[in-house]
C-alpha cells in the first residue's frame, strides 16, 4: 500500500517512521516547507505545496496513493481542508491524526479567543509582559500593541522583527519541560502568556508553568476542522491501515 503522511508534527514524524518499518507500506511524508532546516525525517520525504486541493488530488492520482493520513498541526486549516476535497474527488481513504486538545485544569486562568487579532485586543490597554509562543506567522499581528514587552519564541528567527519598541527573540525547538518554561517566565518577568491549545506533551511546559506561576494564558481557539474519519494516537492510525490492507485482500486488490 502507498500511504502519503501529510506532516510538520512529531506525532507524522513517529507515524511515518513506524511505517517505514513494515513491509507492507511504501510511504511518503509531505512538508510544508516552512522550516529552514526541518529535522531529519528518516523516511522518503517531499517537500512544498500541491498547488490546493486539486493539485494534491493530481498528486494522489500520479502516485497512485491507496490512502492517505492528515496527521497536520490541528491549526493548518487549509491544508486539512484540502485533504478532505482531494480525498472526496479521488476516493483515495482519509484519516486525520489529531491530538486531542488541552483541557483546563484548576488553577488555570485561559481566556479563549477566536483569532490572532481578539488575542491582541485581549492583552489589554495597559503595558504587559507578554511571552508568545505562536508561530512565526501568527506574531506579526501584535505590532498593533506595541506598548507590551514581548518574549518571541519560534523555530525559525521571526524576520523582519516586529515592529514594536521591546521585544527580545528566542529560536529554540520543542519539547520544553514544565521547569525550563517555568525558568524563563520567572527569568524574563512575565505576567501573560500567548498560546494555541496545540495539544500532546511537547510544548505543554508552558502551559503548567504559567499555572505555577498563577500566570493568565491568552488561548486561541482550535479552527473547525473539516468532517473526516479521526484517529488520535499513531497506534490507531496503525489499526486502521491494517484494517484497509486486511479489506483490500478480501476484495482480491
Ligand atoms: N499552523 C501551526 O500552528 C503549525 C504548527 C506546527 C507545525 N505546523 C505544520 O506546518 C505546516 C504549515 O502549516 P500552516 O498552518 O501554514 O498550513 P495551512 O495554512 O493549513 O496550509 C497552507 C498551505 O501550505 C501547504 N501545506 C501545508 N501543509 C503541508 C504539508 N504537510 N505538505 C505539503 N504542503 C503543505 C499547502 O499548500 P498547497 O495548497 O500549495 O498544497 C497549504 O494550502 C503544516 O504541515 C503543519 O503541520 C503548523
Redesign the pocket.
Known sequence: MKILV????AEARALAGKLAECKTFEVTL???G?TAKPRAQGVPTRI?????AD??AAYLRKEQIDALIDA??P??????A?AARAAAQTGAPLLALRRPAWEMKPGDQWIEVENINAAVAALGAAPRRVFLAL?R?EVGAFTNAPQHAYLVRSVDPVDPPLAVPHAIYLTARGPFSEADDRALLERHRIDVVVA?NSGGAASYGKIAAARALHLPIVMLKRPASPDMEAAETVEEVLAWLDHAVTLAATRGV
Open positions: 501529510l506532516g510538520g508534527t509531505s512538508l510544508a516552512r512544498g505545496g500541491f498547488g490546493g493539485g494534491l497536520t498541526h491549526y493548518a486549516d487549509t491544508i486539512s484540502n508561530g506567522n494555541k
